[in-house]
């Protein structure tokens, strides 16, 4: 992929710069305007800002968290496949599964689910009659 990017640390800001035609081509593909900058990528933390971001720049950013990713792998990448991308997302698999279990395990989270499993216990049986 040949999208090349420059971060402004003043700014905070993401500037994408086209090498090749690449990524134009790809949004060419797919009916959508590239983006001609990125904001910060933290940015899209927030639903709000999330849903108001057009398609293209969401699209943008997440290549771009994808490169990072890849770029903090350290492994060479030949092309990009599916095979890539499913490792990738294996590991975000991972992460949440390993962030999730240690939520559903922890004690304070245990003793709130025993509360509801006990009140939904009590309406359950409850006659209303």
């Known amino acids: 992929m040949s999208v090349n990017t420059e971060t402004s640390p003043a700014q905070g800001q993401t500037t994408?710069?086209?090498?090749?035609?690449?990524?134009a081509s790809l949004f060419e593909k797919i009916n959508?305007?590239?983006?001609?900058s990125l904001g910060d990528i933290n940015a899209f933390l927030d639903d709000a800002a999330?849903?108001?971001a057009p398609a293209g720049e969401r699209l943008t950013a997440a290549m771009q968290v994808f490169m990072d990713c890849i770029r903090k792998s350290g492994q060479q990448v030949e092309k990009l496949d599916k095979t890539l991308i499913d490792h990738h997302i294996a590991e975000l698999d991972y992460q949440i599964s390993r962030q999730l279990d240690a939520v559903m395990h922890h004690e304070a989270f245990q003793k709130v689910e025993s509360l509801w499993r006990g009140l939904q216990q009590l309406v359950d049986n409850t006659d209303y009659r």
């Not at 994408?16 to 990524?23: A, I, P, R, S």
């Not at 959508?32 to 001609?36: G, I, K, V």
């Open 50 to 52: 999330l849903s108001d």
């Open 32 to 36: 959508l305007a590239p983006a001609s």
């Open 16 to 23: 994408v710069l086209e090498k090749d035609g690449v990524y």
